[in-house]
């Protein structure tokens, strides 16, 4: 069946460095990887999304890349701030969205 | 606009009780979702609705039943609730089959759901 693995499940960065987090995935059907922010007691809300024919995407201080070969994607977030301090989930489509368990992001001022 | 509403926000039941969480979608979406949220464990498909009139099993479908009202309207219902099925639940909706298109899911903000 499909299943997602992500790392790390925390990650500690000081304001300004980059976060990087990854994930792999077993069904080489997928062809959709979207990522996801949940702040605290709030929704999940999509932030950036792939198509399994582009390698890589950006949008400001967020970019998603994709290595259909390896089956892993991953999530680069530049000048991290403390707003973005959140919990991040990737998820992979074949047939239905299986996200994978998430990450802790702790920006420290 | 206000896209997924779910009601409650947030329920207490007993071991045994029935409960029906309500979910709405403003978005004229064709497909709608529930999931439940646990610690470290992500998000988990219960039951999904492709389309209006129909509804499918997801990883964790044991202990619920859903029920595709309308093509705005996707409930989930705990016949019998266990201390198992504490969660926080999220209703979500899509505009199509995750497997048709590539358009993201919207998701409510949620039901805190403790079984006690």
Known sequence: GENVEQHPSTLSVQEGDSAVIKCTYSDSASNYFPWYKQELGKRPQLIIDIRSNVGEKKDQRIAVTLNKTAKHFSLHITETQPEDSAVYFCAERGNKLVFGAGTILRVKS | ?116
């Not at chain 2, 646990?38 to 988990?44: E, I, K």
């Not at chain 2, 266990?82 to 949620?110: I, K, M, N, R, W």
């Open chain 2, 1 to 116: 606009n206000a896209g997924v509403t779910q009601t409650p926000k947030f329920q207490v039941l007993k071991t045994g009780q029935s409960m029906t969480l309500q979910c709405a979608q403003d978005m004229n979406h064709n497909s709608m979702y529930w999931y439940r949220q646990d610690p470290g464990m992500g998000l988990r498909l219960i039951y999904y609705s492709a389309s209006e009139g129909t509804t499918d099993k997801g990883e964790v479908p044991n202990g619920y039943n859903v029920s595709r009202l309308n093509k705005r309207e996707f409930s989930l219902r705990l016949e019998s609730a266990a201390p198992s099925q504490t969660s926080v639940y999220f209703c979500a909706s899509s505009e199509y089959p995750g497997h048709l298109s590539y358009q993201p899911q919207h998701f409510g903000d949620g039901t805190r759901l403790s079984i006690l």
